[in-house]
């Protein structure tokens, strides 16, 4: 079966740092994504993993452990404007380019 | 910037009646995809298509179709609509997935549907 976990809600401070994490167990993988989804509006992208590792992209960071099943999204620096739904997919092997999509974590990020 | 534009951001229909969302894009993408997104379940591929006139069923198919005549244009159609079938509806379109190259899904603001 396919099944990605995430939390269902964090809450952070103005300025902290905060990890939202992901475990998937799906059938195939190639590749992870992190979408950011505000209130009422499209998700956009925000990273993507295939290998392991650590891929860095201002103050957003993510991380896969293919071998765990894991990744984690870690913001740093946090804003106001930060506070939105974080949506954690995996791509399948179909080679159609197909997303997995957990059920995203609603960050809150408060002064 | 890739646009994916819906045609409606709301709309309200009653049970029983045949429904048509719109998603046009403009990046010249292969690719296009519709889910559904509900509290608690993330989204959920319906049906998705890789090429004109090409449509492959998703996860939950069901009570739905698609249209693709153009690139650009890939229609979902509620056959006849159900309470069941209030939802946001999202639209989204990539390039195919070449090499190594991440190649993001690019989703459009959604369509809130409501049936009463």
């Known amino acids: 079966g396919q099944n990605i976990d995430q939390p269902t809600e964090m809450t952070a401070t103005e300025g902290a740092i905060v990890q939202i994490n992901c475990t998937y167990q799906?059938?195939?993988?190639?590749?992870l994504f992190w979408y950011q989804q505000h209130a009422g509006e499209a998700p956009t992208f925000l990273s993507y993993?295939?290998?392991?590792g650590l891929e860095e992209k201002g103050r957003f960071s993510s991380f896969l452990s293919r071998s765990k099943g894991y990744s984690y999204l870690l913001l740093k620096e946090l804003q106001m404007k930060d506070s939105a739904s974080y949506l954690c997919?995996?791509?399948?092997?179909?080679?159609?380019?197909?997303?997995?999509f957990g059920a995203g974590t609603r960050l809150a990020v408060h002064p | 910037d890739v646009k994916v534009t819906q045609s409606s951001r709301y709309l309200v229909k009653r049970t029983g009646e045949k429904v048509f969302l719109e998603c046009v894009q403009d990046m010249d993408h292969e690719n296009m995809f519709w889910y559904r997104q509900d509290p608690g379940l993330g989204l959920r591929l319906i049906y998705f298509?890789?090429?004109?006139?090409?449509?492959e069923k998703g996860d939950i198919p069901e009570g739905y179709s698609v249209s693709r005549e153009k690139k650009e244009r890939f229609s979902l159609i509620l056959e006849s609509a159900s309470t069941n079938q209030t939802s946001m509806y999202l639209c989204a379109s990539s390039l195919p997935r070449t090499g190594g190259r991440h190649q993001p899904q690019h989703f459009g603001d959604g369509t809130r549907l409501s049936i009463l």
């Open positions: 799906t059938s195939g993988f190639n590749g």
């Open positions: 997919a995996v791509r399948d092997s179909s080679g159609y380019n197909k997303l997995i």
């Open positions: 298509s890789y090429d004109v006139k090409m449509k």
């Open positions: 993993n295939v290998l392991d």
